[in-house]
């Protein structure tokens, strides 16, 4: 199985700063990498798709970079309804498998 | 608009088993995939494994090979997840998701959600 992790697992940041969080691969995937946004209680959200296509509906200061083995996600101006737990997940192999998942809680 | 939803929470007791349900709406039931996966009480996201609606095809993880049964309801636009032997390590809030390719391809990524459905064994 790939083994996704991610830093960092939490960090404290305030609304405009810009914020990048990285996810790191156990093998090379390409571009086969998407994130998601989690809120407390509610179903995963898509933000990212194949490493930097930004997904319908979704603001455009959520970006994503990186192929192969390492990715990031940047917020370029974090707004208060960022402050939650953000997961990468690779899509190139059976089982697809996350990362533990980083939060972003306000400072 | 695109909708999955799930059925209620349940509680089970060890060795028992439980059957999720996922009804679609607003969109092609057997045109996308359905993927499930599972998120226990503070922990991170777990995959299971889906299944072509069309066909009735499916692909399950590994680890829950021999305990997932993964089936469809085409005349309901309901797909559905058996997990048996319970354990209590299988308490989870489990989800279905719909694969974001459509005609008969798969992305592997996953969009829209279902709302979640906990389920909790317990003796």
């Known amino acids: 199985d790939i083994q996704m992790t991610q830093s960092p697992s939490s960090l404290s940041a305030s609304v405009g700063d810009r914020v990048t969080i990285t996810c790191r691969a156990s093998q090379s995937i390409s571009s086969y990498l998407n994130w998601y946004q989690q809120k407390v209680g509610k179903a995963p959200k898509v933000l990212i798709y194949?490493?930097?296509s930004l997904q319908s509906g979704v603001p455009s200061r959520f970006s994503g970079s990186g192929s192969g083995t390492d990715f990031t996600l940047t917020i370029s101006s974090l707004q208060p309804e960022d402050f939650t737990t953000y997961y990468c997940?690779?899509?190139?192999?059976?089982?697809?498998?996350f990362g533990p998942g980083t939060t972003v809680d306000i400072k | 608009q695109v909708q999955l939803v799930q059925s209620g929470a349940e509680v089970k007791k060890p060795g028992a088993s439980v059957k999720v349900s996922c009804k679609a709406s607003g969109y092609t039931f057997t045109g996308y995939y359905v993927h499930w996966v599972r998120q226990a009480p503070g922990q991170g996201l777990e995959w299971m494994g889906w299944i072509n609606p069309n066909s009735g095809g499916t692909s399950y993880a590994q680890k829950f090979q021999g305990r997932v049964t993964m089936t469809r309801d085409t005349s309901i636009s309901t797909a559905y997840m058996e997990l048996s032997r319970l354990r209590s390590d299988d308490t989870a809030v489990y989800y279905c998701a719909r694969d974001a390719a459509g005609g008969q391809l798969l992305s592997n990524w996953f969009d829209p959600w279902g709302q979640g459905t906990l389920v909790t064994v317990s003796s």
């Open positions: 997940q690779q899509s190139y192999s059976i089982p697809f498998t």
């Open positions: 194949a490493a930097s």
